[in-house]
């Protein structure tokens, strides 16, 4: 780019995104993200998918079959090439260097913008990341993006997904359907943000469908360059513990007393799960992760500390008991892992 307004671009640039490629788009994060990206009716969306995977996609979407597992990244870089963004959307357990094989192919291919699987904690705060034990992977991925030095990154800070975590059991919001159990995290009233998984996807869209720069040095109406290197904030809602087992109570038509009801301290479930995590019981990471945003010092709130991002992205308010609704019936159904 020749300067910071599009009447200073070459012939030829057009001041939006229009080409986005989404690595895991038939995931849980990804068919969210693909779907509200196919709805603005601004984009077309390529899916990167592995040569055996058997992923679902929705109606719409191209795809290119790329085995990027190898060193050889040739596929990769030509899948890539003209592709404005790319969003990278990958299990926790994925290979390691997967992400950055994507990013290296990414800045090989000229793409402009790259989410690179950063969707959840509020990176800019080090301490809730380092005792999660994501700063690593975080900072990793950020420097090598710099040291490419093509491509931007866009970070996505959403908090848990609300639905997911609700119905994921006593590990992660403290709910066990099944059994009609709640285990409350120290008086249950800390109160964090969360995120459903269609408000994210909204999210996204709506970011990829700012214009990229400001039109002249009079244009004030956001873009998407003003977050380049840098994090979008968005919730659905703010909520305690105590606030979801009132709409959990809601939406299931029960009382506390339908309820076994125990309580731990958040701080201990993560004291006693972060050095297993560390001596590598990758099953103690999901209940040392959550125990972690529980923490009665605010960590989980960012909506107090700074401003959200919903309103410039054109998010609605959703309905509490609607997605409780779901995160019941996920819970029921044991559509959500135990742990990762």
């Not at 999901?286 to 009665?296: D, E, G, I, V």
């Amino acid at each position: 780019m020749t300067g910071p307004y599009a009447k200073d671009q070459p012939q030829g640039f057009t001041n939006r995104v229009e080409k986005v490629a989404i690595v895991g788009a038939g995931g849980h994060m990804g068919k969210h993200l693909t779907a509200h990206l196919l709805k603005t009716g601004k984009h077309t969306v390529t899916a990167i998918a592995r040569p055996n995977s058997t992923s679902k996609l929705p109606d719409g979407v191209k795809v290119a079959r790329v085995d990027y597992s190898g060193d050889d990244n040739t596929a990769l870089v030509e899948a890539l090439r003209g592709q404005q963004a790319l969003i990278i959307t990958m299990s926790v357990s994925a290979p390691r260097d997967s992400v950055s094989k994507l990013v290296r192919g990414a800045a090989a291919a000229g793409v402009p913008y790259v989410l690179p699987n950063w969707f959840g904690h509020d990176a800019a705060n080090a301490q809730l990341c380092e005792d999660s034990l994501l700063a690593h992977m975080g900072d990793a991925i950020r420097a090598e993006i710099a040291s490419l030095g093509v491509s931007a990154y866009l970070q996505l800070v959403c908090n848990f997904w609300y639905e997911f975590s609700l119905g994921g059991g006593p590990d992660r919001f403290g709910f066990d359907f099944n059994k009609r159990s709640f285990v409350v995290f120290d008086d249950g009233r800390v109160p964090i943000n969360t995120s459903t998984w269609p408000q994210c996807g909204r999210a996204v869209a709506g970011l990829l469908s700012l214009k990229e720069l400001p039109d002249d040095e009079k244009d004030a109406s956001p873009t998407l360059s003003q977050f380049r290197n840098g994090s979008v904030y968005i919730s659905s809602f703010r909520l305690s513990q105590l606030d979801m087992f009132e709409s959990v109570k809601r939406v299931t038509g029960t009382t506390d007393a339908d309820w076994t009801i125990t309580h731990e301290s958040a701080e201990q479930r993560w004291r006693d799960t972060h050095p297993e995590v560390l001596k590598g019981n990758f099953g103690a990471f999901t209940k040392m992760l959550y125990s972690r945003m529980f923490f009665p010092n605010g960590d989980g709130d960012y909506q107090s500390r700074r401003a959200l991002d919903n309103d410039l992205l054109g998010l609605p308010v959703e309905d509490l008991d609607e997605c409780t609704a779901v995160g019941v019936r996920m819970g029921e159904n044991n559509e959500v892992p135990h742990s990762h």
